[in-house]
């Protein structure tokens, strides 16, 4: 892979967008970005039993402050749907990075129809979708999406391809 | 057991004596009480996001560990969020309290039973998943130590209420919720607050 560090660029992006909570449903795409943001004493890490809590958590830090991201496999996209009816109502800002699951060489079929759905279910809900695919765009899409969620109280997305990612079997994943 | 308490009567004790606690309020019934005890601007009421309270509550205290914040919600809205419950009790906010106001019925839609009116029993929930405390109230003579647990008491905390499950006058918030947001943050965060 031609930029194998890509989780620390977009931890890097998201404490120079002012990031102070992060919620997070583990995914092996993000477990060295989790990992990252676990180190930092600075960060305060919510880890959430599904995935809509999070909507919740970054629209209270919003309330008192503080600014939130929120990691999530595409799988828990669709656990948000009716949350983020309150995102969009209160013009929350929102910013969530996705890691791709479903797409091509996935093992598992039964994660291909929520991953072919991911994009419309959050376009759906007036989120705004970011698909990035190479390595190299991903922290400037994270840092670009932060923006946009700031400045303009709007709901951001970033899917991250599963190519970017690596297909990987679960025997693969456990061998790691 | 039957409750003897009376729904605006708990929650306008609670807020009586909120100071400058932040609140917010759970969908329905619970968000009417809020506005039936007197509107503010520091109170953040619900019209939608079902099963959410307990979780903007949480990101509101990590936000804010100076303040106490107040969750009064229904028990119907707690039981959507359960896993919350879980998700509170691993952060440990010790500035993070929750009031159920629990009748036994989802209010809004037909006075249906819910999982409380068959025993479940929310407290008991609240403490497996490690809050520093958690009750259940029944009655008048034991406000008082609640409403103490409450806003001033460790976190985080739920105390379930059991009241009366009766139909009463809608009292109802604003409802734009770019408004209900603005009003919050200038109000907490002042004047130059955006957003």
């Known amino acids: 892979m031609a930029n194998p560090d890509w989780p620390r660029e977009i931890y890097d ?11 997070y449903v583990p995914d092996g795409g993000h477990k060295r970005l989790i990992e990252l943001c676990l180190a930092d004493s600075e960060l305060r890490c919510v880890v959430l039993s599904t995935e809509e809590e999070g ?26 749907i009716n949350v983020l009816g309150m995102t969009h109502e209160c013009r929350f800002p929102l910013l969530v990075l996705v890691t791709m699951r479903g797409e091509p060489g996935e093992f598992n079929p039964w994660q291909v129809p ?34 946009r969620a700031h400045s303009e109280n709007s709901a951001q997305a970033v899917l991250i391809a599963q190519q970017v990612i690596g297909i990987k079997s679960f025997q693969e994943q456990a061998a790691q | 057991m039957s409750s003897t308490l009376h ?21 329905g019934s619970t968000a009417w009480d809020c506005t039936a005890a007197g509107d503010s601007p520091l109170t953040f009421p619900l019209w939608g996001a079902m099963g959410t309270a307990a979780m903007v509550g949480l990101g509101l205290a990590i936000a804010q560990p100076a303040r106490r914040v107040l969750v ?12 919350s419950l879980a998700t509170i009790g691993v952060q440990a906010p010790r ?10 019925r989802y209010g809004e839609t037909g006075m249906q039973a ?55 006058a809608l009292v109802l918030p604003p409802h734009d919720g770019v408004a209900l947001k603005e009003r919050f943050r200038r109000a907490l965060l002042g004047a130059t607050a955006a957003g």
């Open chain 1, 13 to 23: 992006a998201l404490k120079r967008a002012g990031v102070g909570v992060v919620g």
């Open chain 2, 95 to 104: 500035n993070l309290a929750i009031a159920v106001i629990d009748n036994e």
């Open chain 2, 114 to 168: 819910t999982h409380t009116a068959h025993g479940v029993d929310l407290a008991a929930v609240a403490i497996g998943c490690r809050f520093a405390s958690a009750c259940i109230v029944r009655e008048a003579k034991e406000l008082d130590a609640a409403r103490a647990s409450l806003l001033s008491g460790e976190g985080p905390t739920l105390v379930q209420f059991k009241v009366i499950a009766e139909k009463l």
């Open chain 1, 114 to 147: 929520m991953g072919q759905a991911t994009r419309a279910v959050l376009e759906s809900m007036s989120v705004a979708v970011h698909r990035v695919t190479g390595a190299t765009e991903i922290a400037a899409g994270v840092a670009a999406a932060a923006a």
């Open chain 1, 55 to 80: 909507i919740g958590l970054a629209a209270g830090a919003w309330l008192g402050g503080m600014r939130c991201a929120l990691l999530m496999q595409s799988s828990g996209v669709g656990n948000c």
């Open chain 2, 72 to 83: 009064i919600t229904g028990d119907g809205e707690m039981l959507m969020g359960l896993g």
């Open chain 2, 7 to 27: 729904r605006r009567d708990v929650v306008g004790a609670l807020l009586a004596q909120r100071g400058d606690t932040l609140v917010v309020a759970g969908l």
